[in-house]
């Protein structure tokens, strides 16, 4: 039998690879609890509106998990993305330039239901990387 935090992982893992690696909007219904908390992007939507613009500016971007960690109702994931920058990016051209950047996020899951989430990425060098410099 599977503990509680084990299924915390696989919730979060398998809304990782819907949500961020096959870019499923819709999955956040699957996922998302009707009383979800937002931390870092306001609401269900704000987190819709920034996938949607990373998307556009890295279409080739790939989320991969790093490591994940569980305690009780908490997960928190250690991940990185890449891709390539080939579209707009909060008023920046394309440059083709690669991203390699690290993310944490922080999930709290009740009954099969992320319910809360914060979010922390390295801005920087994602930047430093898009201008190449």
């Known amino acids: 039998m599977k503990t509680l935090e084990q299924n915390n992982m ?12 096959q870019s499923d909007m819709d999955s956040t219904d699957q996922f998302l609890s009707a009383d979800y908390q937002e ?3 306001q609401s269900k939507e704000g987190l819709k509106q ?9 279409t080739d971007k790939h989320y991969n998990v790093e490591q994940m960690i569980a305690q009780g109702d908490k ?7 890449k891709g390539t920058h080939t579209g707009m990016f909060f008023g920046n051209s394309p440059t083709g330039n690669t991203i390699d950047v690290t993310l944490y996020r922080q999930y709290r899951i009740s009954d099969g239901k992320i319910t809360e989430h914060r979010g922390w990425i390295d801005m920087v060098t994602m930047w430093r990387q898009i201008r190449g410099s």
């Open 10 to 21: 696989e919730t979060v893992s398998a809304f990782i690879e819907s949500f961020r690696n």
């Open 39 to 41: 931390h870092s992007y």
């Open 50 to 58: 920034f996938a949607l613009t990373i998307l556009g500016a890295f």
């Open 75 to 81: 997960v928190l994931v250690r991940m990185g993305v």
